[in-house]
C-alpha cells in the first residue's frame, strides 16, 4: 500500500462527504432536524473514517508521521476541515456548512492528487522530536478551524450587506414598518450567528496558540532558540496577533463588517504563514521552515 | 471602524512612540543588546515591573494611568504590532543598511528601535492587563489570566534578558579536548567547561537511484530507493531493495533475517525500468567494480540493469527470478555500477542514452550524534548529544549542530552550538501556561456566552 493507493480512497472519501453534504442540504425542517441530520452526519465522518485510514496506511508505509511535506499537511487539513464541518453541522446546524467543507477538503483532496509532493521516506534528524506530530497536527485543526470561520465570516457578511440593502430599499419605498419589511430585517445576522463566529475563532485561536508553544518548545530543544524570528516564525506572530485582535475588537463593534473583513485578512496572513513563505522573496534562503 | 476620542488618543500615543523609535533608530542605530547583561538585566527588569505595579496601584488615584491598559490602548497596540509584524515578514531581514529601509532598521527588524519601543508599550499594555486580572482573579477567566502572564513574562524576559544570551560555535575533533568556541562574529569565547569528542555516529537513509537529464541539469521527480527492507515500496512507484551479504550467497535485511539472493525488487522512473541486481551499503571500488569496505571514504554502490520501458518492459520488470532460463537480453540496454561520490572515490553514474544518466545520490542522515567527555571543575562525565538530545552543563546547553558534510559518517569533528539562556527558566514556566491556556480556549472556549 502506497500513496499509489491515495486515489482510492480519495474518491470513497469525497462521495461520502458529497453524499453527507447532500443529505444534509435536502432536510427540510430546520428546527426538528436531530433525526434527520443523522445521516448526513453519519455520511460525512465516514468520509472522514476513510480518509484517515488511508493517512494511517500511509503513516505505516513511510515509518514516519506523513507531516514534513506540504502535500502531506494537505492531507491533515482536508481531513479536520471535515471534521470542524461536522461538528460545526452537529451543534449548530448549519445547513450550509457540510457542502461548503465538503468543497473545500475536496479541493485540497485533488491538489493533492494533481501535485503530490510526496516523495521521501527520509526524516531529517530536527523532524524527530516528540513535539512534530503535536505540533504539525494542532497547527492543522486550528487552520481548518480558521478555514470553516473565515467561510461563516464570508456568509455573515453577505448577509449583513443584503439585510442593509433590504433596509435601505424598504425605507426608500416608505414601507418600513410594514410586516414583509421586518421580515427581511430579520434576515440579518443574529447574536447568536456572531457567537458561533467568536466560538470557532476562540477555539482556533486556542490550537494556535498550543501549536505556536508547541513549535517554541521544540526549537529550544533542537536549536537553543525558542524564538529566532525565522521568516515563518514571523508571519505565524503576525496571524496570532491578528486574530487576537479580532477577538479583542469584535464586541466593540458597531458595523460587523469590519470584524468580518479582519476574519478574512487573517486567514490571508495564515495563507502565507501555511505556504506563501515558500514563494515569498523576502523568505528566501532564510528561513529553515521553507519546503 | 476606530472612531471615538478614546481611539484618537490611543493611536495618537502609538504614532508618537513610532516617532520616538524612528528618533532614536536615527540617532543612535540598531540597538545592542549587550548593555542589559547581567546584572543591568535584572535590575531593569525589576525596576520596570515594580513602576508597572505602581502604576497599577495609583490608578485609582489617578484614572488617566488607567488609559495604559483600557481597550483602546490594547487595540491600538495590537493594530501598531501587526502592522510591524506585517512589514517584518515582507522586508528581506539581511540586515543592509544601504535603503531607506535599511536605515529604519527594517532589514535588521529584531534589533530596530522602531519595532523595540512598541513593542515595549505593548508588553506594557499586557502586563497591566495581566496586573490587573491577578488582582481581581476570576477563576472563570483563568484562560485569559494565563494568557496575558505568560505573554507578558515571555515578553518581558525576551526584552531584558536578550543581554544574557549567548550563542557560541565550537568544532570538535576526536581526542582533542576544546574549551574555546567561536561567536557569530568569530571572536574567541572561553567556556566554563572543556569538551572532548569520543566518537561521531551517523545512521543514514538509504541512497536513491534518479534519471538525470543532461540537457538542463534535472532530477527525475521518481527514484528508486535501496532500502534495506525487501519488498517495502513507498510511493511514486519506489521500490526497494535488499542488500546481499557478500560472504554468502544471500541477502540479509535490515535485522538478522536473511532472504535468497535471487530476490531483487525492480522500479520505474518514468520510462526506465530499473532492477538493482547487487547493493553494498559501504563499498570501495577495485579494477573489477564494487567490494565491500567498512572504511573512510567508504560509498554504497549499487549493481543495476536499466531498460527502456518501450523496448520490452514485462520481460525486465518484476524480479530477477523472473528472467531465470528466459533472460530476454534484447530488453536489457544497460547493465553497470552505480555509485555516488566520496573523499576517496569518483562519482560512477550509469549512461542510459545520449541525454540521460542513472545518478545515485548521497545518502541522507538519519541520525547523527557526538559522545563527548565534558569536564567542568574537575569533574567529568561523558553524555551523547544529538539533535533534539542537547547536553546541559551548569547554565548552558550543547546542542548537535553539525559535521564535515564531505566526509559524512565517517567525519573526524563534530560542529557543536553552546547556548547560555539564563531567562529561559521563566520563559519555559510562561510557556507552559499559555500552552494551559489555550488547552483552556479549546475546552471551554465553545460554552462562553
Redesign the interface.
Known sequence: M???SFIVFAIGAVLFWIAGALVSIFIKKRDSVDRQALPALILTCIGSLVFFAFIIV?WR??NRPPLRTMGETRLWYSLFLSLVGAAVYA?WRYRWILPFSAVMSTVFVCINIFK?E?????????L??VWFVPHVIVYMFAYSLMGAATLFAVFLWWKTSRSKSSRAESASSGAASDVSSVARVETGVTSEDL?IC??LV??G??????GI??G???A????????A?D?KE??A??TW??Y??YL??RP??K?NR?AFALLIFSFI?LQ?CWWG?NY????QG?SVHTY | MFRGWGYKRAFGRCALLLAAGVALQTFSGSIDPSFLRYPWGVIVALVYVYLLLAVHLLGDKWPKLRRLSDTYASLSSLTMILVLLLVFGLVRQDGRPDSFLGFLGFTRMSRSWVFAVPLLYFTTVVTLTAIDEIHHFNKHRFGTVFAHIGLSVILISGTFGCGDFKRVTLTAPVGIPRHTALTDSGAPFALPFEVTLKRFEMDEYPPKLFVYDIRDGSFSDEYVSCSAEPNSSVSDGQRSVPVRNHSSDSIHTSGSETVPAAITVSGAIGEWSVVIKDYIASAGKDSLGYVPLDHFGAVPAAFVSVAHSSLSSSSFTGTEADHIGKPALESIMVEDWVSCRSSLFGECVLKLDDYHVLRMSKPEPKRFASEVVLERSGQSKTVSIEVNHPAKVGAWRIYQSGYDTEKGKWSSYSVLECVRDPWFGAVRIALWLLLLSGAGLVCFGGKKK
Do not use: C
Not at chain 1, 485561536?205 to 498550543?210: K, S, V
Open positions: 502506497s500513496w499509489n500511509l508505509s513511510l451543534k503530490p510526496i516523495h521521501s521516506e527520509a526524516l531529517m534528524p530536527a524527530q522530536s457567537r467568536d466560538t476562540r477555539i485561536w486556542g490550537f494556535l496558540t498550543m508553544v508547541m517554541a518548545l521544540w529550544k530543544q533542537a536549536w537553543g532558540d525558542y524564538w524570528w521568516p514571523t508571519w506572530a503576525a496577533i491578528s487576537l485582535l479583542h475588537l466593540h463593534l458595523d469590519y496572513l502565507m513563505i515569498l522573496p523576502a523568505a532564510f
